[in-house]
């Protein structure tokens, strides 16, 4: 039944090791959104498509990048990951008639 | 620029208790509101929204109205569980189908038997 699958659940990895997180989704939504949530803050947009046209938000990192190689799925990569990037990360998906539905969330620990 | 506003927490009420979660927003144009709540160690999931004024959003017991007059959404729910303790995150996004959701700071509930 999940509808927006995120994989996967507990990643820890190194201090500037590359790290990628993934998204999938069931629902053929248009738009798929990546959050950053640290602990006891609400959830950060970091970025965001629009079928396949990529918006950054502002105050996104360059450590931070991502991709979507077809509507169903999409990763986050961290290039070179710091303590401070540490958190929950969560990917949303939504088309223009329905709310954002959202997956469990990838919990990433930086060594 | 479109903001929400949470009534901090923790808010620790006792089972059966009445729960007010305040909830107030700013914005241009006339958005839909939303609750969200996050269980501890899980993604968020929407409990009720309400797309226009003076509708009333309503899921498993809790429930929110649109005021416009007020600018608000507070949730409510008349007998609060153990269960529902989580947090709570109010938002809105902007008509265009594709906005993205501005979040509250989120409101922790704590419920004791």
């Known amino acids: 039944d999940a509808m927006v699958i995120q994989n996967p659940r507990y990643q820890v990895t190194q201090f500037g090791k590359p790290v990628t997180l993934s998204c999938s989704q069931t629902?053929?939504?248009?738009?798929m959104y990546w959050y950053q949530q640290k602990s006891s803050q609400a959830p950060k947009l970091l970025f965001h498509?629009?079928?396949?046209?990529?918006?950054n938000e502002a105050d996104t990192p360059d450590n931070f990048q991502s991709r979507r190689p077809n509507t169903s799925f999409c990763f986050l990569d961290i290039r070179s990951p710091g303590l401070g990037d540490a958190a929950m990360y969560l990917c949303a998906t939504k088309t223009a008639n329905t709310e954002a539905f959202f997956g469990q969330g990838t919990r990433l620990t930086v060594v | 620029g479109n903001s929400v506003t949470q009534m901090e927490g923790p808010v620790t009420l006792s089972e059966e208790a009445f729960l007010t979660i305040n909830c107030t927003y700013t914005a241009t144009g006339y958005p839909s509101l939303f609750w969200y709540v996050q269980y501890p160690g899980e993604g968020l999931q929407l409990l009720l929204k309400?797309?226009?004024?003076?509708d009333k959003g309503s899921n498993k017991g809790f429930e929110a109205t649109y005021r416009k007059e007020t600018t608000s959404f507070h949730l409510e729910k008349g007998s609060v569980q153990v269960s529902d303790s989580a947090v709570y995150f109010c938002?809105?996004?902007?008509?265009?189908?594709?906005?993205?959701?501005?979040f509250g700071k989120g409101t922790m509930l704590l419920v004791s038997p």
């Open positions: 938002a809105l996004s902007l008509p265009s189908g594709y906005s993205t959701l501005t």
């Open positions: 498509y629009y079928d396949k046209d990529f918006n």
């Open positions: 309400a797309t226009k004024a003076d």
């Open positions: 629902l053929n939504h248009n738009v």
